[in-house]
């Protein structure tokens, strides 16, 4: 069975004393959770307070993107062995603002998902489609290659410690969440992939994510859906009321 995953994107918001605000209520409101994985990504700035601050909770820290190289000289980079110094355990890697915005190939995004794991550090890979994409009836190839590019060189047994989080870029920021439906089928869809790239069984224990506009009133009906995982939220992680709305989704009261 794959236990459920919720986690934050803080992207690049919060102040050191506004991250520690938020995860104070955070705790707070999440002292009780079970059976679920919660875990926040602040930017790099911020996460060494929130490692402070969350010390004895369930609450588990990643990170936003990190260098495939242990050290070296890489001006302004932050390597996997920096992220793990910090306690964080998850990493989300090759989002669709870094693609669009800074350039990541999927070759550099592969170099990422595999140090991440060389270095005991999950990496939350990030897939998904374009509107223009969809609306060319393009979203399973360009998923195909996203994750097949991302997933390249990796043996089975470390891909089930391996996350995939399916991001139509269309739904993040914009208020329009893919319908449980829409995302239902994609999610089977990479699914499907997974098992033909690594086996039926490895396919199966790997948690697929959604991403794209999760909110308090939608989350129950992505949770419902058999190949969603879990939910990878934006905006709603930095209102603590919202994320703990989410967190506790109904099927964990069932
Ligand atoms: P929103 O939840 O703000 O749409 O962002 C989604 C996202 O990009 C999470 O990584």
Redesign the pocket.
Known sequence: MRKPLI?G?W?MYQTTAQAVALVERLRALLAEIAGVDVVVCPPFTAIQVVAETLQGSRIVLGA?NMHWEGEGAYTGEVSPVMLTDLGCHYV?LG???RRQYFGETDLNINRKVRAALRHHLAPIL?VGETFAEREEGRTFPVVEGQLRGGLSDIPPQAGEGTVV?Y?PVW?????H?ATPEQAATVHAFIRKQLGELWGEAAGLAVRILY?????PDNIDALMAEPDIDGV??????LKPDAFARIVHFEKVHR
Request: aromatic share 0%.
């Open positions: 986690v994107n992207k936003q989300i989002h669709s603002e990030c989080a991001e739904a993040i920021g914009t208020g969440t991403g794209g506009s999760v909110k990878l939220v934006g905006g709603a992680s």
